[in-house]
């Protein structure tokens, strides 16, 4: 593997106009999936032409530019990043450029055999997207892959010394939200983090409804009612996630309010997508391209100054809840979820 170019860039952290740092970056490294998950993706989904995708030099340069804008952590994301063949090439490159924090999300279907690999590479954690402990269920949720083999990754990667390891369930009203407290047993007995998504506007089929979304504030008043919860989470802490821990002891759980209660005062993120476009908010359709500087020859300087750009455009919040708001044009796999 080449080496990336190191970034002499001069500067201070990436700072928003809400005084925001940005230090969180997720990398979308391919928009192929292969499930078709009816939140996410639609059959028939038409994929970018390879040769519009980062190679692995350009993903690589990028985030050591992002490195010496002061970012810390780095989520590698997709599409489904285990479909990409030098996706432990991908780690290991971004392993040597020092991150604090190097996690990936995955929808489990290929973690079994790439546990060790990834985790020899560098990678420190894994969250796997899971949304029905029922075998019949998980199948017309996702379309395809099979729960058994999700449920075995996920002890590869806690064997391979990924952890701690996070289970994303997006919950739909009427289709998995009975399987709350399932779920929540699911994370006490297995000791895993179970983290609870609200359903966002950012499915490909245009199936979003409010109706449709579970609020966070319901999932903790169930699971409270059968097993006491206390926050657990750290204050001023910028992960999406709030924590919550069992009174008894038996761990942990999160839920992801973006809907119900945008966390957007305190977002550090930046996202780049698969085909090289930076977004400053999973909402926003402004995108400035990266791929095109990167393969016209830009200075390492010349890519810093998009980052900050986009950093200094984004705005207060999401604004699902006002009038003016208008569905992504991409969906959550083309954006790098
Ligand atoms: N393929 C990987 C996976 O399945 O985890 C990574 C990419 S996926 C787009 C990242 C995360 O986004 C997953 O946890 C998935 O459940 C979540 N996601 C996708 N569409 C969503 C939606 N409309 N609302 C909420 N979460 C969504």
Request: hydrophobic share 40%.
């Amino acid at each position: 593997m080449s080496a990336p170019p190191v970034a002499p860039v001069k500067s201070a952290p990436l700072v928003d106009g809400f005084s925001r740092v940005h230090d969180d970056l997720r990398l979308s490294i391919t928009d192929r999936c292969n499930l078709r998950c009816t939140y996410c993706l639609e059959e028939g989904v038409r994929f970018r032409p390879r040769d519009e995708l980062l190679t692995l030099d350009e993903l690589l340069r990028i985030a050591a530019v992002a490195r010496s804008l002061g970012v810390r952590s780095v989520r590698v994301t997709g599409g489904e990043p285990l479909v990409r063949s030098d996706v432990v090439e991908v780690i290991a490159g971004l392993a040597e450029l020092g991150f604090e924090d190097l996690s990936l999300t995955t929808n489990g279907t290929r973690l079994a055999a790439l546990a060790a690999p990834l985790a020899a590479a560098g990678l420190q954690r894994v969250n796997v997207s899971c949304d029905s402990l029922r075998e019949d269920r998980f199948g017309e949720v996702r379309r395809r892959g099979r729960l058994a083999q999700v449920l075995s990754a996920m002890e590869a990667a806690e064997a391979a010394g990924l952890s701690p390891l996070k289970v994303n369930v997006v919950l739909m009203r009427g289709v998995n939200d009975d399987e709350v407290l399932d779920f929540a047993e699911f994370a006490r007995e297995h000791r895993r983090v179970v983290r609870f998504i609200e359903f966002m506007p950012l499915d490909a089929g245009g199936a979003w409804r409010r109706d449709r979304v579970v609020p966070s504030a319901e999932v903790l008043e169930r699971i409270g009612a059968r097993w006491p919860l206390e926050p657990a989470g750290r204050e001023g802490d910028p992960a999406p996630a709030d924590r919550f821990r069992f009174t008894d002891g038996g761990g942990e759980i999160g839920v992801i309010a973006t809907v119900t209660q945008p966390f957007c005062g305190t977002c550090n993120r930046l996202r780049v997508t698969a085909d090289g476009a930076v977004r400053n908010c999973l909402f926003s359709d402004e995108e400035r391209s990266l791929r095109s500087l990167l393969r016209s020859g830009a200075t390492d300087e010349q890519l810093a100054e998009v980052l900050r750009g986009a950093v200094a455009d984004k705005r207060a919040g999401h604004g699902i809840d006002t009038p003016a708001f208008l569905r992504p044009r991409r969906s959550m796999s083309m954006i790098g979820g």
